[in-house]
């Protein structure tokens, strides 16, 4: 175009399809990035529109209720234009309960990072962010059958673990009879039985990576059976400071059991008596005339 030294005119850049307009220069040198660019001529010029080829960059998800993907920094950004041999990243972000599996361009598997970069790319791209459902952990007791009888001097380890091992393994105890029954270590697992009665014994495993939380039960029923009970009013069986105290107007005869009902210590007493024992609990009997008494003795 011939112009008037010193008016101004516009010069107008219009990129065909898969290309965009990148900026106008004069001997090489940048002079705007506008695609309508208004200047003053004031000498000749040869003004040069650049522009660069363009590709397409897009991300789904294979399920929307699993999670979401994006490109760039924008969370909701399915699409974007990248010029030739440029690069992008990829963000895959997984909803609670679920995990990022991989990219995919097809069915063609291209990484198992949730976040990747794309480089040099020279087409059009369409990924597909793949998730799937995160599963529970494979925790089990070491003991699913558990009885009274692998009860050691009142307490029992009965641990759990998995092969997924680094979610934190923590212990609890519930009552199905009354509370008190017993404690129990919540790193260990170890129980500790106060008295007579039931429990369950939950093992929770913490959720990571691409496991849920979760939890394992056994219960424990602390009332021994095999002995039959009688009454001997005249006598008292009770523990008192690491002994078991057996007071009688009689002389009795004393058997002590353990809680599997082997016969561990047999002792003759003469009105009061006290028989020392490790801590645990015990099933004694005391048998005097024809009559027995039977107590659970923690």
Do not use: H
């Not at 040869?46 to 969370?75: C, H, M, P, R, W």
């Not at 440029?86 to 995990?99: E, H, I, N, P, R």
């Not at 929770?204 to 009970?229: C, H, K, N, R």
Request: contains cysteine; proline residues 0%; glycine residues 8%.
């Amino acid at each position: 175009a011939t112009i008037e030294k010193g008016s101004s005119t516009t010069a107008i850049a219009v990129a065909n399809d898969g290309y965009m307009f990148k900026n106008w220069t004069v001997n090489g040198n940048i002079v705007s990035t506008d695609a309508s660019y208004t200047f003053t001529a004031n000498e000749d010029m040869n003004l040069v529109a650049n522009f660069y080829k363009v590709y397409t960059v897009s991300v789904s998800v294979n399920d929307s209720s699993f999670g979401k993907a994006y490109i760039g920094n924008a969370e909701g950004n399915t699409s974007m234009t990248v010029e030739e041999g440029g690069s992008v990243t990829l963000t895959a972000t997984a909803y609670d309960g679920y995990k990022f599996t991989a990219w995919k361009e097809g069915r063609k598997t291209i990484s198992s990072d949730a976040v990747y970069t794309i480089s040099n790319i020279t087409s059009d791209i369409a990924y597909t962010a793949n998730f799937a459902a995160k599963t529970n952990s494979d925790l089990a007791f070491e003991n699913n059958d558990v009885d009274y009888s692998d009860i050691d001097n009142g307490s029992f380890t009965n641990t759990a673990s998995s092969s997924n091992s680094e979610g934190a393994i923590t212990y609890a105890i519930t009552y199905s009879s009354e509370s008190g029954v017993a404690t129990i270590n919540a790193t260990t697992g170890v129980v500790t039985f106060l008295k007579v009665g039931s429990i369950t014994v939950t093992a929770t495993q913490a959720a990571w990576g691409d496991y849920l939380e979760t939890s394992v039960s056994y219960s424990l029923d602390i009332t021994p059976t095999g002995i039959e009970e009688s009454e001997a009013d005249n006598t008292t069986i009770f523990a008192s400071n690491g002994a078991i105290v057996i007071e009688s107007n009689d002389v009795v005869k004393v058997d002590i059991f353990n809680m599997g009902g082997a016969l561990i210590k047999s002792t003759t007493c003469s009105g009061n008596c006290t028989i020392d024992m490790n801590n645990g609990i015990y099933i004694v009997k005391v048998s005097a005339n024809n009559n027995s008494k039977v107590e659970r003795v923690i």
